[in-house]
C-alpha cells in the first residue's frame, strides 16, 4: 500500500509541475526528496529507530580521559615550529596564526586552527537504494570523541582520507568499497568547505550515490532509513551529527 502511495504521489506532484511548465528533468531527485520526507511512507514505528539508537550508545564502550598534550601517544609536538602533528604526516596537525584587520568584534587576534594534511578533509558520503520502491539512507550510528551523547547518526562514509588510505593500521572502511567502487549513479559530488574558525581551508568530498546493489553484511551499528525517520531523529535534537545535516542540504 505505501508503495503505491509514495510512486502515485510523486507522480502526481511531477504532472504538476509539467503543467505548471516548471519541471526540470535535472532536478528529478530534488521533487523525488521533497516526496519523501513529508510522509512515513514505510509506516515504520519510530519508537524502534530510537531504541536501536539507544542500544547503539549502551553498545559504545569508549572512554575519554583529558591528557596532556606533549604525552599524546603517536602525536608530535614540535617545540621549533609550535605545532603538534601525527607521527606519520598525516590526519591534521594543530597549528598557530595570526589574524590582522580583520572585520570582525575585535580587528587583532591569535588561536590555534586545525590544519588538514593537503587541506582536504576526507569523503562524506551518502549512500541511497530503493527497498520496495521506497527511497532509504543508509547510516551509521557513528562513535567520534568528541560527540555530544558518543554516539550521533553519521552518513554512511564519514573518513578523512589518511583513515581511507589506512594510515592508523587499522580497518578497511567497507562502505567504500562495497558501494562506491562500481555499479552506482552519482546524485551529487561537491567540494564543501568546513567551518574556518576551527579548520584552516578545510574542505571535504560530499558524495550521494544510487546504488541497485544488495546489501551488504555491516555491523549493527549501520542501518537503512527512510529520509522521513532521518527528519524525526532531526526534529528531536541532538542525535543527527553535522556532517548528515550537511550533505542533505545539497538536496
Not at 553498545?59 to 614540535?78: D, G, P, Q, R
Amino acid at each position: 500500500m505505501f508503495k503505491k502511495n509514495f510512486s502515485l504521489t510523486l507522480n502526481s506532484y511531477i504532472n504538476l509541475l509539467k503543467t505548471k511548465k516548471i519541471y526540470r528533468k535535472s532536478d528529478h531527485f530534488k521533487y523525488e526528496f521533497a516526496i519523501e520526507k513529508i510522509c512515513n511512507w514505510t509506516n515504520s514505528n519510530f519508537k524502534n529507530n530510537y531504541k536501536w539508537y539507544q542500544e547503539q550508545k549502551k553498545l559504545c564502550k569508549a572512554k575519554i580521559t583529558f591528557k596532556h598534550l606533549e604525552n599524546l601517544n603517536k602525536w608530535v609536538y614540535n617545540k621549533s615550529q609550535g605545532t603538534i602533528h601525527h607521527e606519520t604526516g598525516g590526519f591534521f596537525s594543530v597549528v598557530g596564526v595570526s589574524i590582522k584587520n580583520a572585520t570582525r568584534e575585535v580587528k587583532n587576534w591569535d588561536q590555534p586552527l586545525i590544519k588538514q594534511k593537503d587541506y582536504v578533509g576526507g569523503i562524506i558520503g551518502l549512500v541511497r537504494k530503493k527497498i520496495n520502491d521506497i527511497p532509504h539512507y543508509l547510516i551509521e550510528a557513528k562513535f567520534e570523541p568528541g560527540n555530544y551523547n558518543l554516539i550521533q547518526l553519521s552518513p554512511s562514509v564519514q573518513a578523512t582520507y589518511s583513515n581511507l588510505n589506512q594510515v592508523h593500521k587499522g580497518y578497511r572502511n567497507k562502505v567504500i568499497n562495497a558501494y562506491f567502487k562500481k555499479n552506482f549513479k552519482s546524485i551529487r559530488k561537491n567540494w564543501v568547505s568546513e567551518d574556518g574558525g576551527r579548520l584552516f581551508k578545510k574542505r571535504n568530498m560530499h558524495w550521494i550515490i544510487e546504488t541497485n546493489k544488495s546489501k551488504i553484511n555491516l555491523p549493527k551499528n549501520y542501518k537503512w532509513l527512510t529520509m522521513w525517520e532521518i527528519n524525526e531523529f532531526i526534529n528531536k535534537g541532538v542525535y543527527v551529527g553535522p556532517h548528515l545535516r550537511a550533505i542533505l542540504s545539497l538536496i
